[in-house]
């Protein structure tokens, strides 16, 4: 008789609290609130076990304060910067991929409660389940700590983004960058995708093209991570035509 899979049981918050940036008082306050509670209950897990809530709405409202303080801080930080290349900087800093990288940094994956299927197919690790349930962590602060509070907790999360271009690059968006510079002339990035090797192993080679632009390749073993290596190398190669570089400066 086939065995059945097992899943992964969240871990306790309270050792995610420690983990984050707050101190006594406030991780106290953000615990007994009940809110981190919630913030960690993914919409998967409330249907399987008949609850009404889930952390949805405090995934809206954190997105909110994590734009409003990751905009403040770009203003203030890089005062020669024109509008379109703030914006840059903050689309690079909010993006899916950089709150994922975030949230590995303290295992958020770990403390998320998923639905059985959500947790057997690898929801874990999936970098919109870590981004949003990031976001809905920022709201619970704000709710339980107040807006002075909640401010500086992004800041402090996202502090390796707002300080090091590299770090900030390694969560860049390429492939919605690369929309943008299609939309300069009118049109869309096609890709195309082929696939060699055995069927365990298969590597997927990607090739994306802007019409009159651009033209570029890249390989992964999925058909996403070879599209994202292919927008990677066009969009560079865009830029670098332009003397542009990757993260605005100034």
């Known amino acids: 008789m086939a065995r059945s899979r097992r899943t992964t049981p969240a871990a306790d918050p309270a050792r995610l609290l420690r983990s984050l940036p707050l101190d006594g008082a406030q991780s106290a306050d953000l615990a007994e609130s009940g809110l981190l509670d919630l913030a960690l209950t993914h919409r998967s897990f409330a249907y399987e076990n008949n609850l009404t809530t889930h952390n949805e709405r405090l995934e809206f409202l954190g997105d909110a304060v994590l734009q409003l303080a990751v905009t403040e801080e770009l203003y203030a930080a890089h005062p020669g910067l024109p509008e379109g290349d703030l914006a840059r900087r903050r689309a690079a800093t909010v993006n899916t991929r950089a709150l994922a990288l975030i949230a590995s940094r303290v295992d958020l994956g770990a403390y998320v409660k998923l ?136």
């Open 115 to 250: 639905g059985r299927g959500e947790d057997l197919s690898g929801g874990r690790s999936k970098a919109s389940i870590l981004a949003d349930t990031t976001e809905a962590v920022i709201g619970a602060v704000h709710l339980s700590c107040g807006q002075d509070v909640s401010r500086r907790f992004v800041l402090d999360l996202l502090r390796p983004l707002l300080d090091s271009d590299e770090f900030l690059e390694a969560g860049y968006d390429f492939k919605t960058r690369l929309q943008e510079i299609a939309a300069e002339t009118a049109t869309v990035p096609v890709y195309r995708i082929t696939e060699t090797g055995p069927e365990h192993q298969k590597v997927f080679t990607a090739t994306v093209s802007v019409p009159q632009v651009v033209t570029a390749s890249g390989e992964g073993p999925s058909k996403k991570d070879a599209e994202l290596v292919a927008a990677q190398h066009a969009v560079r190669a865009v830029l670098s035509q332009r003397g542009e570089t990757l993260i605005p400066r100034g």
